[in-house]
């Protein structure tokens, strides 16, 4: 069983910086496709990046595009989450998943299509 624990959340102002982490306990993960999702109070789930466990491609929410960066180290069984140029309305609790490439070979950012996730991290953006 896969698990995902995710860290580096916290306060930060708008315009800063801040890189999440998403270590997987157990697998090798260029086999999963992994994706981060956020959702603020109130609010639905968005899937906001993503990264395919065979080819590496990645997607981003056009929410995030431009600002946001996402990565892998498979060696470390991690994957980072770099968000720059943050704003208020980036608050929320960010969540990584992961499905297998067997049953995702390329990633979406869809939240029902993965089938192991983080507790999550909260991200507070505010003066």
């Known amino acids: 069983q896969l698990q995902l624990v995710e860290s580096g959340g916290g306060l930060v102002q708008p315009g800063g910086s801040l890189g999440l982490s998403c270590a997987a306990s157990a697998g090798i993960l260029d086999s999963y496709s992994v994706v981060w999702f956020r959702q603020a109070p109130g609010e639905e789930r968005e899937g906001i990046s993503c990264?395919?466990?065979?080819?590496?491609?990645?997607r981003y929410a056009t929410s995030v595009k431009g600002r946001f960066t996402i990565s892998r180290d498979n060696a470390k069984k991690t994957v980072y989450l770099q968000m720059n140029s943050l704003k208020p309305e980036d608050t929320a609790s960010y969540y990584c998943a992961a499905e297998s490439t067997f049953a995702l070979a390329e990633c979406t950012l869809v939240p029902d299509r993965y089938s192991f996730w983080g507790q999550g991290t909260q991200v507070f953006v505010s003066s």
């Open positions: 990264i395919s466990g065979r080819t590496g491609s990645t």
